[in-house]
Antibody, heavy 120, light 110 residues
Framework: QITLKESGPSLVKPTQTLTLTCTFS??????????VGWIRQPPGKALEWLAV???????YYSPSLKSRLTITKDTSKNQVVLTMTNMDSVDTATYYC????????????WGQGTLVTVSS | QSALTQPRSVSGSPGQSVTISCTGT?????????VSWYQQHPGRAPKLLIY???KRPSGVPTRFSGSKSGNTASLTISGLQADDEADYYC??????????FGGGTKLTVL
């Protein structure tokens, strides 16, 4: 059974850097083709894909946020970390991590999400 | 890179069928066979309903079906049930290793 859980601060100040950790079980990020992605959703708004990292370390970002995002993995800890710099109030959202099953370009299992509020 | 275009809302009565459209471009929806659909109930994480345009994951009822024509993908829900009332999002590969969601559609079961 695949499970994912997001963790990190619930409140960050404007201009700060956000660091979120996705801790997962039921799969290994060393499996060929497998990936873990991050998606966010501002309150009452649509989902937005942020980033994905693959088993081989390749990572890809939303073009509109690429300059602010970094995604890394620690295969031994079953964790994926997303950092987002220069946080602003518009970044207030629920942040989800999700499992990308090989060879499909989709996310089939999601974490419960973590709400991050940006406020001074 | 703009979000895929979905109607903001659709509605139907129990037992009826509804179709939700998702319009993109030939750089995303029209260019690849990689469209997914998600269902999201309030306060919950999205649930995968359809992937690769028309494939259903194990456990998803056959009432949910997907299709694509040109730059528009569609999700059809037949035999509407009260629990189908939720938000629905399309999702597509958009080339150059990027991914794109639609703006979401709120389904109301009358």
């Amino acid at each position: 059974q695949i499970t994912l859980k997001e963790s990190g601060p619930s409140l960050v100040k404007p201009t700060q850097t956000l660091t979120l950790t996705c801790t997962f079980s039921g799969f290994s990020l060393s499996t060929t083709g497998l990936g873990v992605g991050w998606i966010r959703q501002p309150p009452g708004k649509a989902l937005e894909w942020l980033a994905v990292i693959y088993w081989n370390g390749d990572n890809y970002y939303s073009p509109s946020l690429k300059s602010r995002l970094t995604i890394t993995k620690d295969t031994s800890k079953n964790q994926v970390v997303l950092t987002m710099t220069n946080m602003d109030s518009v970044d207030t959202a629920t942040y989800y991590c999700a499992h990308r099953p090989p060879p499909y370009l989709t996310f089939d299992s999601w974490g419960q999400g973590t709400l991050v509020t940006v406020s001074s | 890179q703009s979000a895929l275009t979905q109607p903001r809302s659709v509605s139907g009565s129990p037992g009826q069928s509804v179709t939700i459209s998702c319009t993109g471009t030939n750089s995303d929806v029209g260019g690849y066979h990689y469209v997914s659909w998600y269902q999201q109930h309030p306060g919950r994480a999205p649930k995968l309903l359809i992937y690769d345009v028309d494939k259903r994951p194990s456990g998803v009822p056959t009432r949910f079906s997907g299709s694509k024509s040109g730059n528009t993908a569609s999700l059809t829900i037949s035999g509407l049930q009260a629990d189908d009332e939720a938000d629905y999002y399309c999702f597509s590969y958009a080339g150059f290793y990027t991914l794109l969601f639609g703006g979401g559609t709120k389904l109301t079961v009358l």
